[in-house]
């Protein structure tokens, strides 16, 4: 559980705030504090909960924040994304939050600083789940970022709360 602050402040890396890594076991993540990134990249992406092949986090709840802020041309920011496919379940009464921002290298003779950034704010990447998840965003909950679920049956369950970005289930 964290009730506190976790964060990652990174310049020309892929930046993660928090990471359970191949053998980790975690029945519930629980997080009514602050887990944020803030991340300069060119092409790299800005994570604020990984959950890594191997690993197994089968329910997260957030109550509290997470925050990710990437200036990059072709990274995303992403709140929270399940490379291991075993979150079944996701509850959000806090604030799941993606900034993404141009890329400015501050070298006129790169492309650097053309245009506009291709990266995505992805609140929920839980793309790698096959059986199915159930997500539920309550009472004050709100989701800035797409959400992104896999092949199983998915469930979007909207009790109050806002989400803002595309939801493919």
């Known amino acids: 559980a964290n009730e506190g602050e976790i964060s990652a402040v990174v310049r020309r890396e892929q930046a993660v705030a928090l ?3 191949d053998g980790a076991q975690v029945p519930t993540l629980s997080n009514a504090g602050t887990i944020g990134v803030g991340a300069t990249s060119l092409d790299r992406d800005g994570i604020g909960v990984l959950v890594e092949e191997g690993a197994r986090v089968p329910e997260v709840v957030n109550s509290g924040r997470i925050e990710v802020q990437i ?6 920011a ?3 994304r399940d490379e ?3 979150v079944t379940r996701f509850v959000n009464t806090g604030a799941l939050t993606t900034v993404l921002r141009d890329f400015d290298d501050g070298n006129d003779a790169t492309d650097a600083d053309e245009g506009e950034p291709v990266g995505n704010g992805i609140a ?3 793309s790698r789940n096959t059986s199915g998840v159930e997500i539920v965003n309550r009472g004050a909950g709100n989701m800035v970022g797409n959400v992104l679920t896999g092949s199983g049956d998915d469930v979007f369950r909207a009790a109050g709360g806002t989400s803002t970005g595309a939801t493919r289930l």
């Not at 200036?71 to 995303?76: C, R, T």
């Open 19 to 21: 990471v359970f890594g």
């Open 71 to 76: 200036s990059s041309d072709a990274g995303d």
């Open 78 to 80: 992403v709140a929270f």
């Open 124 to 126: 929920l990447d839980l």
């Open 84 to 86: 291991s496919g075993t």
